[in-house]
């Protein structure tokens, strides 16, 4: 299907329209205008205020998406609180987009360091990867290459789940520097992130010259000492470390590469000593963070991005179960993986109860080793936590949903999540991907007290989690909350009050029109042409009966953004549905119409069989994408089939050859019309 189901609306959503602010989705409806029947989206604001939209439309509306937890007011159709809702997120935008294209504008300034041509040690180094590189690995390395190159300093964000292979695009990074005599400083935000990347350096680089060194808490001071003095005497290659690294002792006079992982995690004074350091060096973000698709887009060429989706080919789906509370049957899940010599994360929804939840994994498994993890312990407890169930000390996690998101447990291949009808599905999607993270099959129970006593929605939610494959596209659909997260922390700052108010997707449209506004882009005022149709042009029931399946259909054809796209979604309806009627043949051929006059900034179209009568508007301050002139030898050039109507109005009479005949020519024709000059002329 033409359209990603994460931004399907069904009955019921949240949406938004882009003239008139948030409303509640009421399904299709039937009317009748200009006697000809056509499909049209209710929608419900507030009070009884009801909107029909055309499903030609549909662009003007998009799914509300926004932080977990908040249920936003409608608005009212005709009132001021969506204009003024939307004049308080640009102005956050305008700071945002402002900040952004100002870092691209110096990064572009600064002088750099311009690395040279790859030697035989690079190659040799490549090649004790071991693995195959997946795709979008390959796509990640070659662009990091490729900024380092470059004379003007690197600053790429590299994108991907844990344990797909954002390490290794790090690690080429690094080595590349060290061949050039530069030195290399990888932050993370916790002690046991930065042992885990220790480690892996450590264990990749150990046939080569690379020294590596890392401070945290757990070095001891003495140790600390050694390895601050080999920084700066140069003899150590790379460090790796917490914020301790931030510290004043810490100098490395060759700095070329920083490496930040998980970078929206660090505090905000230690985001102020990195903006210091960063100026001139090249910078390399590591993060687990999806980011939305628009957002990627937005920032392609201000922020290098490179987005690893591809899971590695070893990697098991996670068998997922939903049952009830037996512990004679837990007891035998917990007992299955220790024999194993694997680790069990067990998961309770609230800290109140956690205590209690220990209490009784200790009885039902006396032989294991079992801690507890939640948010509000002392950060050094919880980082101890963390160190020992990384280190293999710990047998069982009990937890709270705190378990980190950029974080490695290999040994981790079982996942217990108590009280489950408690957890939203992002959740419960975020959770489950903590285990499988090695070619072991891992497991994920989804523990209720009784199948039959839980809420229908809850119910659901978990159906589809079990129902759905973690490696599969439902993963995308279920991080859509993770990708709010994203958003915020990829902006610099979490702006979930303006996302909450306008929805995700406006909020990164308008963020890229300012952006594209700042660069000096052509900017195009976005037309949505008015269409009044007095043909049959739809999708009938008879043709396509699952008003799911038609409203997808509709929502795919008005978004298409060329004839190719529309041309390929009649291919794809033929495949399914069969022959396509007359009213769809209709339908398709006003789209590819609409899209000519949308260029042409076209604020209003009616279709009847034998004519075509375009308005444009007359406000002031409405910008013209097609200039008097052009309108003028147009109509000279058609002789009686085009008029011009004041006060800018034009009347084009179809040839006789049918409706769609006659729309695709008159499609081809205003095609050929001559953008405005500056004054509108």
Same mark, same amino acid.
């Given at each position: 299907?033409?359209?990603?189901?994460?931004?399907?609306?069904?009955?019921?959503?949240?949406?938004?329209?882009?003239?008139?602010?948030?409303?509640?989705?009421?399904?299709?409806?039937?009317?009748?205008?200009?006697?000809?029947?056509?499909?049209?989206?209710?929608?419900?604001?507030?009070?009884?205020?009801?909107?029909?939209?055309?499903?030609?439309?549909?662009?003007?509306?998009?799914?509300?998406?926004?932080?977990?937890?908040?249920?936003?007011?409608?608005?009212?159709?005709?009132?001021?609180?969506?204009?003024?809702?939307?004049?308080?997120?640009?102005?956050?935008?305008?700071?945002?987009?402002?900040?952004?294209?100002?870092?691209?504008?110096?990064?572009?300034?600064?002088?750099?360091?311009?690395?040279?041509?790859?030697?035989?040690?690079?190659?040799?180094?490549?090649?004790?990867?071991?693995?195959?590189?997946?795709?979008?690995?390959?796509?990640?390395?070659?662009?990091?290459?490729?900024? =380092?190159?470059?004379?003007?300093?690197?600053?790429?964000?590299?994108?991907?789940?844990?344990?797909?292979?954002?390490?290794?695009?790090?690690?080429?990074?690094?080595?590349?520097?060290?061949?050039?005599?530069?030195?290399?400083?990888?932050?993370?935000?916790?002690?046991?992130?930065?042992?885990?990347?220790?480690?892996?350096?450590?264990?990749?680089?150990?046939?080569?010259?690379?020294?590596?060194? =890392?401070?945290?808490?757990?070095?001891?001071?003495?140790?600390?000492?050694?390895?601050?003095?080999?920084?700066?005497?140069?003899?150590?290659?790379?460090?790796?470390?917490?914020?301790?690294?931030?510290?004043?002792?810490?100098?490395?006079?060759?700095?070329?590469?920083?490496?930040?992982?998980?970078?929206?995690?660090?505090?905000?004074?230690?985001?102020?000593?990195?903006?210091?350091?960063?100026?001139?060096?090249?910078?390399?973000?590591?993060?687990?963070?999806?980011?939305?698709?628009?957002?990627?887009?937005?920032?392609?060429?201000?922020?290098?991005?490179?987005?690893?989706?591809?899971?590695?080919?070893?990697?098991?789906?996670?068998?997922?179960?939903?049952?009830?509370?037996?512990?004679?049957?837990?007891?035998?899940?917990?007992?299955?993986?220790?024999?194993?010599?694997?680790?069990?994360?067990?998961?309770?929804?609230?800290?109140?109860?956690?205590?209690?939840?220990?209490?009784?994994?200790?009885?039902?498994?006396?032989?294991?080793?079992?801690?507890?993890?939640?948010?509000?312990?002392?950060?050094?407890?919880?980082?101890?936590? =963390?160190?020992?169930?990384?280190?293999?000390?710990?047998?069982?996690?009990?937890?709270?949903?705190?378990?980190?998101?950029?974080?490695?447990?290999?040994?981790?291949?079982?996942?217990?999540?108590?009280?489950?009808?408690?957890?939203?599905?992002?959740?419960?999607?975020?959770?489950?991907?903590?285990?499988?993270?090695?070619?072991?099959?891992?497991?994920?129970?989804?523990?209720?007290?009784?199948?039959?006593?839980?809420?229908?929605?809850?119910?659901?939610?978990?159906?589809?989690?079990?129902?759905?494959?973690?490696?599969?596209?439902?993963?995308?659909?279920?991080?859509?909350?993770?990708?709010?997260?994203?958003?915020?922390?990829?902006?610099?700052?979490?702006?979930?009050?303006?996302?909450?108010?306008?929805?995700?997707?406006?909020?990164?449209?308008?963020?890229?029109?300012?952006?594209?506004?700042?660069?000096?882009?052509?900017?195009?005022?976005?037309?949505?042409?008015?269409?009044?149709?007095?043909?049959?042009?739809?999708?009938?029931?008879?043709?396509?009966?699952?008003?799911?399946?038609?409203?997808?259909?509709?929502?795919?054809?008005?978004?298409?953004?060329?004839?190719?796209?529309?041309?390929? =979604?009649?291919?794809?309806?033929?495949?399914?549905?069969?022959?396509?009627?007359?009213?769809?043949?209709?339908?398709?051929?006003?789209?590819?119409?609409?899209?000519?006059?949308?260029?042409?900034?076209?604020?209003?179209?009616?279709?009847?069989?034998?004519?075509?009568?375009?308005?444009?508007?007359?406000?002031?301050?409405?910008?013209?994408?097609?200039?008097?002139?052009?309108?003028?030898?147009?109509?000279?050039?058609?002789?009686?089939?085009?008029?011009?109507?004041?006060?800018?109005?034009?009347?084009?009479?179809?040839?006789?050859?049918?409706?769609?005949?006659?729309?695709?020519?008159?499609?081809?024709?205003?095609?050929?019309?001559?953008?405005?000059?500056?004054?509108?002329?």
């Amino acid at each position: 299907m033409g359209i990603a189901s994460k931004d399907e609306i069904a009955p019921g959503d949240l949406v938004v329209h882009r003239d008139y602010g948030l409303a509640r989705f009421d399904g299709l409806a039937r009317m009748t205008v200009d006697s000809a029947g056509g499909d049209y989206l209710l929608l419900h604001f507030d009070g009884e205020d009801r909107l029909y939209v055309p499903v030609d439309r549909m662009s003007l509306i998009q799914k509300f998406k926004g932080p977990d937890g908040i249920d936003p007011a409608l608005d009212r159709l005709g009132g001021n609180r969506w204009k003024l809702g939307r004049e308080k997120a640009k102005k956050a935008i305008e700071k945002i987009a402002r900040d952004l294209v100002e870092m691209y504008a110096f990064r572009k300034i600064a002088k750099g360091y311009a690395y040279g041509p790859l030697n035989e040690l690079y190659w040799e180094f490549e090649a004790g990867f071991g693995f195959d590189e997946t795709p979008d690995q390959e796509k990640a390395i070659a662009d990091v290459l490729e900024d =380092m190159e470059r004379p003007e300093p690197m600053d790429r964000l590299v994108c991907g789940d844990v344990g797909f292979g954002k390490t290794e695009v790090a690690l080429r990074a690094a080595f590349r520097a060290v061949l050039d005599g530069k030195q290399v400083v990888m932050l993370c935000p916790t002690t046991v992130l930065a042992e885990q990347h220790f480690q892996n350096f450590n264990k990749r680089l150990e046939d080569f010259p690379v020294r590596v060194g =890392m401070l945290s808490r757990f070095v001891p001071p003495k140790r600390q000492k050694v390895v601050t003095d080999g920084v700066r005497k140069g003899e150590i290659d790379i460090l790796i470390g917490t914020h301790r690294l931030l510290s004043k002792d810490v100098e490395a006079p060759r700095l070329g590469l920083l490496i930040l992982d998980e970078e929206q995690r660090f505090g905000v004074k230690h985001k102020e000593k990195l903006k210091a350091l960063r100026k001139n060096i090249d910078v390399l973000t590591l993060t687990a963070t999806p980011i939305p698709r628009t957002l990627q887009l937005s920032l392609s060429g201000i922020r290098g991005l490179s987005v690893i989706e591809t899971p590695p080919p070893e990697r098991k789906a996670v068998e997922t179960l939903l049952v009830e509370r037996d512990p004679d049957f837990l007891r035998s899940v917990v007992r299955r993986e220790l024999e194993r010599q694997g680790q069990v994360f067990w998961v309770h929804n609230r800290v109140r109860g956690l205590e209690e939840t220990a209490a009784f994994v200790k009885r039902l498994v006396p032989e294991a080793r079992v801690t507890m993890a939640h948010g509000q312990m002392a950060e050094g407890a919880l980082e101890k936590a =963390m160190h020992e169930f990384w280190h293999g000390e710990i047998d069982i996690l009990v937890c709270t949903a705190i378990i980190e998101s950029g974080l490695d447990f290999p040994r981790a291949n079982t996942l217990i999540v108590d009280q489950a009808q408690m957890f939203g599905l992002g959740q419960l999607y975020q959770l489950r991907g903590r285990v499988g993270r090695s070619s072991l099959q891992a497991y994920a129970y989804f523990v209720v007290p009784s199948l039959d006593g839980i809420q229908e929605t809850a119910r659901k939610r978990l159906r589809i989690i079990q129902d759905m494959d973690y490696l599969g596209a439902g993963f995308q659909v279920a991080m859509e909350d993770l990708r709010l997260r994203g958003a915020g922390n990829i902006l610099g700052e979490v702006q979930s009050g303006q996302i909450s108010r306008i929805g995700l997707d406006m909020f990164l449209e308008m963020l890229d029109d300012e952006i594209k506004r700042l660069r000096g882009e052509p900017q195009h005022e976005r037309t949505d042409p008015e269409l009044s149709i007095a043909v049959p042009a739809r999708i009938p029931e008879g043709y396509v009966s699952d008003p799911k399946d038609r409203l997808r259909l509709y929502k795919a054809l008005s978004t298409a953004h060329n004839e190719t796209g529309l041309a390929e =979604m009649a291919a794809e309806m033929r495949d399914r549905f069969g022959a396509l009627p007359e009213e769809v043949e209709n339908f398709i051929s006003v789209l590819a119409l609409k899209q000519v006059l949308a260029r042409l900034q076209v604020a209003r179209a009616d279709v009847t069989a034998s004519k075509l009568s375009l308005a444009w508007e007359t406000r002031a301050g409405a910008v013209q994408a097609v200039s008097a002139e052009s309108l003028v030898a147009f109509v000279n050039a058609h002789g009686d089939r085009a008029r011009l109507v004041p006060p800018a109005k034009l009347e084009i009479r179809l040839s006789e050859g049918g409706l769609r005949a006659g729309l695709a020519e008159a499609a081809r024709e205003l095609a050929g019309l001559r953008a405005a000059t500056p004054d509108g002329k």
